[in-house]
Structure formats: structure tokens, C-alpha cells
């Protein structure tokens, strides 16, 4: 799966922040420990303070085990 990685400090940042009016960030971490968001929250961003994670770049997302 596709997404964004965040640093830590990022991931931080942008937790349950409005990226568009009614929706929030959801960072969440994945198998190596990595922080991730996803296409929509990117893709649908208006919020002025955070128009920088449209230049994240595409990473690999690996899903924990559970």
C-alpha cells in the first residue's frame, strides 16, 4: 500500500488537525514503526498550515501484523 511517511515530530504536528473542513488527520504507524498518512489526506488538504504534505513523497505503507 502507498502513502506518506511522516517524521515523528510531523506525525505529532498534524494528529487530529483539520485537513479540509469535518476531517482530520489520522496519522498511523506501520510494521517498521514508521508514521503514514494517505492519499486523501493529502489529496483533499486545504488547510493553509498544512499544504506542505502535498509535497511529502509516495512511500511504501506495510501493514502491522496482528
Same mark, same amino acid.
Given at each position: 500500500? /502507498?502513502?506518506? =511517511?511522516?517524521? /515523528? +515530530?510531523?506525525?505529532e @504536528? @498534524? &494528529? !487530529?488537525?483539520?485537513?479540509?473542513t !469535518? *476531517?482530520?488527520f &489520522?496519522?498511523?504507524? #506501520?510494521k517498521? !514503526?514508521d508514521?503514514? /498518512?494517505? +492519499?486523501? $489526506?493529502? &489529496?483533499?488538504?486545504?488547510?493553509? #498550515?498544512?499544504?506542505?504534505? =502535498?509535497?511529502l /513523497? +509516495? *512511500? $511504501?505503507?506495510i =501493514?502491522?501484523v $496482528?
Amino acid at each position: 500500500m /502507498i502513502g506518506y =511517511k511522516l517524521l /515523528i +515530530e510531523q506525525a505529532e @504536528l @498534524l &494528529n !487530529g488537525q483539520q485537513f479540509t473542513t !469535518g *476531517s482530520f488527520f &489520522n496519522p498511523v504507524m #506501520d510494521k517498521n !514503526g514508521d508514521y503514514f /498518512i494517505f +492519499e486523501v $489526506e493529502v &489529496n483533499f488538504c486545504t488547510n493553509n #498550515d498544512f499544504l506542505w504534505v =502535498k509535497q511529502l /513523497i +509516495e *512511500s $511504501e505503507y506495510i =501493514k502491522p501484523v $496482528e
